[in-house]
């Protein structure tokens, strides 16, 4: 499109002196309007035609001017009257619906970015949330595409309509009076100048200004999520005075761009000025000579105000779109970044029964991608049978959760394989989301989200769910009577802004949510923390009742859990160091039977045989 061609072109200047990505990011940039081309392209032709009044009205307002000194009767003059007013009519129209017309492609663009984003972010393998910050992120979801709203729609047809108005401004005044309009083209290229200098100034403060308030962001961001610990350290004023400093810097920033930006409202109305009266000087020489009428001269002022007028929004359109260019880099990242375990690749195998829950872990080799030097698992080889349960202890730090973490595929191991069920399927080759729907976690500080109950429960289901299954799974769970003993049972709303629930009732919800997806293999996370004893017998209740008939995988802190296990795995720094059932285990002197005189995870509260 005509804009298109006019913004690379006026943009060419900046591309050059860059690499060639730029160039690339220019164009994707624009093509992101391009489902919208049919709301940007009537946009566009009400832009042509409010342009179009804009240019000449002038004119016909020096016709009325004219008209009005000349004739001694006035219909001549009423005439023009009616036309200017018909004129005005049509260009306020058009720009009504052009403007409304951007704003609604400009919300569209912005609203599937998000959507991109927020998926692009989702998708994501685990190790990318080990080093992203929250808050960093979100601001690319919120602020970030904000940015890109109005450039790609609306500023690129600106920045055609100016350019158009300043072109169709001195076409008009040269066919009016040649002279005086040599006289202001000399005036332009300062100008022009000035701006596109400008523009390059505004936009790196710009991009320095959403660096530093993203920054900001992430310290909002992480002090009120974490506000029960700040406020049990009386981190209060500590965290106030972080924020502080980080705002600071933004602000610092934030002065340096009103300075610019008044400094070049200020050069533009000294321009304009001075332009209207170098006009204002000259034309009425020419008007006291008769070489030209009073009409000509107050059509060449509003030509003057109107060209003196695009250029200052030439540059804003200008700074902004460069803004949006910064902005836009940070987004193409996060959208080109592939996942290095993707979602929904791999096979989602035939036969639905062909992971009986049994996993198999061959000489696993693994360190956290964020710590590479560190071996977390060394030459770990275990097997979960079919219909066992296998617990897991050892100290903290041991590699108990890491283990689950490979279960899960968050993370693949550097070497060995992990297979799946009695067929060996081999977990890299297997779709992921499959793999999650056979599998439910249960860990030790459960999540809830904030839904109602109802919701919380149903949460690894993507079908709607009858009342009456979620009730079953939480009854199984012991989470049935305290839930009706809500106002609003299970549309009780849970969560951040809803009922807070005790650490027992989380996790007996959380019981019944892994209860409801029916998972062939159920990977527990005991608690460790102190339940009051009545919680906690009504958790152990509903654990025993989840893990019957059941493959599972539990990382234990209870001896009673321990005790019941087909088997007992012992780790210690990543590797397995004993392994056999309890009474076994108890014969040797080992790790384990320290550890079992030690209560497993020094838990004194308990008495040794509960
Ligand atoms: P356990 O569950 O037995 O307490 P973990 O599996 O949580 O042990 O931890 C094993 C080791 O891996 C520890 O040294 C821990 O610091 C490290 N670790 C755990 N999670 C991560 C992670 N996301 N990134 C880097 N290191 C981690």
């Known amino acids: 499109t005509f804009g298109k061609f006019v913004c690379s072109k006026a943009l060419a200047n900046e591309t050059e002196d860059v690499d060639g990505k730029k160039k690339v990011n220019i164009k994707r940039l624009i093509s992101l309007s391009y489902p919208e081309r049919f709301h940007i392209f009537i946009a566009f032709i009400m832009l042509i035609i409010s342009s179009f009044t804009n240019i000449v009205s002038p004119y016909f307002f020096g016709s009325v001017v004219d008209s009005a000194v000349n004739y001694t009767d006035l219909t001549e003059m009423n005439k023009y009257i009616f036309y200017l007013l018909g004129i005005y009519l049509l260009g306020s129209l058009a720009s009504g619906i052009r403007s409304w017309l951007f704003e609604v492609a400009g919300q569209r663009v912005v609203a599937r970015l998000r959507r991109q984003v927020f998926n692009a972010i989702i998708k994501s393998d685990i190790t990318f949330f080990d080093t992203s910050r929250t808050g960093e992120l979100t601001s690319r979801i919120s602020s970030d595409t904000q940015v890109l709203q109005s450039a790609v729609t ?26 005086l309009s040599g006289l202001l083209i000399g005036v332009i290229p300062i100008v022009s100048l ?190 979960i049978e079919k219909g066992k349960t296998i617990a897991l202890v050892g100290p903290s730090g041991g590699g108990k959760s890491t283990i689950f973490a490979l279960i899960e595929r968050f993370y693949d191991p550097l070497s060995g394989s992990i297979t799946l069920g009695s067929k060996n399927l081999d977990l890299k080759s297997i779709n992921t989301n499959w793999l999650h729907s056979k599998i439910a976690l249960v860990s030790q500080e459960p999540v809830l989200f904030g839904g109602s109950v109802k919701e919380n429960i149903s949460f690894g289901l993507n079908e709607e769910i009858d009342l009456e299954q979620v009730i079953e799974a939480s009854k199984l769970a ?30 007996r919800i959380a019981i019944a949510r892994a209860l409801l997806v029916n998972p062939k293999l159920l990977l527990l996370d005991e608690a460790t923390s102190a339940l009051d004893s009545e919680s906690e017998n009504l958790v152990q209740e509903a654990i025993e009742r989840a893990m019957k008939d059941r493959t599972v995988c539990v990382i234990a802190h209870r001896l009673s859990t321990v005790r019941n296990a087909d088997r007992v795995i012992v780790l210690e720094n990543g590797q397995i160091v004993e392994q056999g059932t309890h009474d076994e285990l108890c014969s040797i002197d080992g790790i384990y039977k320290r550890l079992v005189l030690r209560q497993l995870m020094s838990k004194e509260t308990n008495p040794i045989d509960s």
């Open 478 to 507: 012991n989470a049935h009577e305290f839930i009706i003993n809500f106002e609003k049972g299970y549309d009780t709303v849970v969560g951040e802004r809803g009922i807070r629930l005790s650490g027992g009732q989380k996790q």
């Open 194 to 383: 000035l701006t596109v200098q400008y523009g390059r100034y505004l936009k790196k403060l710009k991009k320095k200004f959403q660096d530093e308030l993203a920054a900001s962001s992430v310290v909002a961001e992480e002090t009120i999520s974490s506000m029960r610990t700040v406020r049990s350290f009386a981190a209060e004023s500590k965290m106030s005075k972080e924020y502080e400093i980080n705002i600071g810097k933004s602000f610092d920033v934030g002065k340096k761009l009103a300075v610019a930006q008044g400094g070049f409202m200020g050069f533009v109305g000294m321009i304009s000025g001075g332009a209207l009266a170098l006009v204002l000087w000259y034309g009425g020489k020419l008007v006291h000579d008769k070489k030209i009428s009073t009409g000509i001269l107050a059509s060449f002022l509003m030509y003057t105000l109107q060209v003196a007028m695009a250029f200052a929004f030439l540059s804003s359109v200008y700074g902004d779109f460069m803004q949006a260019l910064g902005a836009s880099q940070r987004i193409f990242e996060l959208l080109d970044r592939s996942p290095l375990i993707k979602l929904n690749s791999g096979h989602v195998p035939a036969d639905e029964d062909s992971f009986d829950g049994s996993v198999e872990f061959e000489k696993v080799n693994f360190s956290y991608p964020t710590r590479p030097q560190t071996n977390v698992l060394t030459d770990v080889s275990l097997k």
């Open 154 to 179: 609306s500023n690129l047809s600106m920045f055609a309509r100016y350019f158009l108005q300043i072109i169709g401004s001195i076409i008009f005044m040269f066919s009016l009076e040649p002279s």
